[in-house]
């Protein structure tokens, strides 16, 4: 019989998939292992105790039970990722493809396929899914490992010869993070300036949406102080998390919000409670810029002639998507020769909101529609001199400005709740003062 040592070396993946260094590092692993076995280290390192804020205390295998390097069931974390051969799907590729690319029996793929739900999903694979192999020596398949999503791995071990699968749960940690910004010139720019990522800021303007118009209300000097996650896995940076705490000082006006989940989901709510988001949004689309305000007495510029102008035309680009401001019924859906494509949605409180000069629609009739929705996209059919969304926002028969009418407000926590998020926010409103007042500090220094 082998010796153990000579057997765990024969067990290192083919050469072509692992570097001289790392099969020199796994050698050392093995001895390190080898010599545990047989009767531990002696001595600890000196120092150790000193660089650490605790020490654990680890659950040795006995002499007799020193393991090899792949046991089934071990996790795969544990291994260097340079040990894993790694396959990017491509377009049109199956993963029969990828097996006899790898030099993988088909036979041991049918089997694979077999085990259950979860290997049989493995028939769909998408373009841009990951897989990573290990090989035996002979240059069969010892293990697999799929990317299911951010925190699992659908793992197969065919060590013995007869595959078994498991999923593999990914280490995903969560860090709270602080900055804070000021604008000079756009949002965007400023929270580049504070390392922001652009879908963090994106998060940052949809938390105050509904109470700033960040594309006519922003100005120079306006700042933002937040609280949010950076998301980890496997202990390497993966994405920005949530906006957990802000606020946001616009033209002199201080806004702040707390994430809670009050039992259906998390929402943003202001200090007293109430909900940041409102029933309506205040503009339904991501607009270049408005090119035709509310005006009453408007001089037409296709019929030359004063024709009230009851809503705002919001000038975007062709295609662009439009959304429902509020919840609501769509009452009318249809074309003519001077709105064009055109939608008329019924709220609560006898609101309705119209949308005309879509290049196409996408709702029908008697439809139910959510806030945000789409429900049609920027054209310029009907009396229209270019692509653009014309918006009116009517009470109870009577046209408001869509820009400044004050829009109903989602009913706030209720008072069984209400103690709850006081406790919850109480943390982040010391924290987010704690970073106004410092920053205060430091610029009158």
């Known amino acids: ?94 993963l029969d493809a990828i097996f006899r690319a790898e030099g993988f029996s088909p036979a041991t793929l049918h089997e694979i396929l077999s085990l259950n739900e979860d290997t049989r999903s493995l028939k769909r694979i998408r373009p841009g899914d990951e897989f990573a192999f290990m090989a ?88 933002f102080f937040m609280v949010y996650e950076k998301i980890y896995r496997d202990g390497e940076y993966l994405r920005d998390g949530e906006v957990l705490a802000a606020t946001f000082i616009n033209q002199g006006e201080r806004f702040q919000a707390i994430r809670y989940d009050a039992g259906s989901g998390a929402q943003y709510y202001a200090p007293d409670g109430r909900h940041m988001r409102k029933a309506f949004l205040r503009a339904p689309l991501n607009f270049s810029y408005i090119s035709s305000n509310f005006n009453p007495k408007r001089f037409h510029p296709i019929l030359k002639r004063v024709k009230a102008h009851n809503g705002i035309d919001y000038r975007a680009p062709t295609g662009t998507p439009v959304y429902a401001a509020g919840d609501g019924k769509v009452i009318e859906s249809a074309k003519n020769q001077y709105n064009g494509n055109y939608v008329f949605i019924q709220h609560a409180n006898s609101i309705v909101t119209k949308y005309l000069h879509f290049s196409r629609r996408a709702v029908k009739k008697g439809q139910r529609v959510r806030q945000g929705q789409v429900i049609g996209y920027v054209g310029a059919t009907g009396l229209a001199q270019g692509p653009h969304l014309h918006y009116e926002f009517v009470v109870r028969g009577k046209h408001r400005n869509p820009r400044t009418v004050a829009l109903p407000a989602v009913e706030p926590l209720e008072e069984s709740a209400l103690t709850q998020f006081e406790a919850h926010a109480s943390l982040y409103l010391a924290q987010l003062n704690r970073l106004e007042s410092a920053s205060l500090y430091a610029s009158t220094e």
């Open 1 to 94: 019989m082998k010796p153990k040592l000579t057997r765990i070396l024969e067990r290192l993946p083919r050469p072509h998939h692992v570097s001289v260094r790392t099969r020199l590092a796994m050698i050392a692993v093995a001895l390190i292992v080898f010599g545990v076995a047989l009767g531990g280290l002696e001595k600890p390192m000196p120092g150790l105790g000193a660089s650490y804020d605790a020490v654990m205390e680890l659950d040795l295998p006995g002499r007799q039970q020193a393991p090899s390097l792949f046991e089934p069931g071990d996790s795969p974390d544990g291994f260097p990722e340079d040990i894993w051969h790694r396959v990017q799907v491509k377009s049109g590729q199956s």
């Open 136 to 223: 035996k020596p002979d240059g069969s398949l010892e293990r697999m490992r799929y990317t299911i999503d951010d925190e699992r791995y659908l793992v197969v071990d065919n060590q013995s010869g007869t595959p078994n699968a498991w999923i593999q749960a990914r280490e995903i940690t969560r860090e709270m993070v602080e900055t804070e910004g000021t604008i000079e010139s756009s949002l965007f720019l400023a929270g580049k300036s504070a390392g922001l990522s652009d879908a963090m800021v994106m998060k940052l303007a949809n938390v105050f949406g509904w109470d700033i118009d960040f594309v006519l209300d922003i100005r120079a000097g306006d700042r």
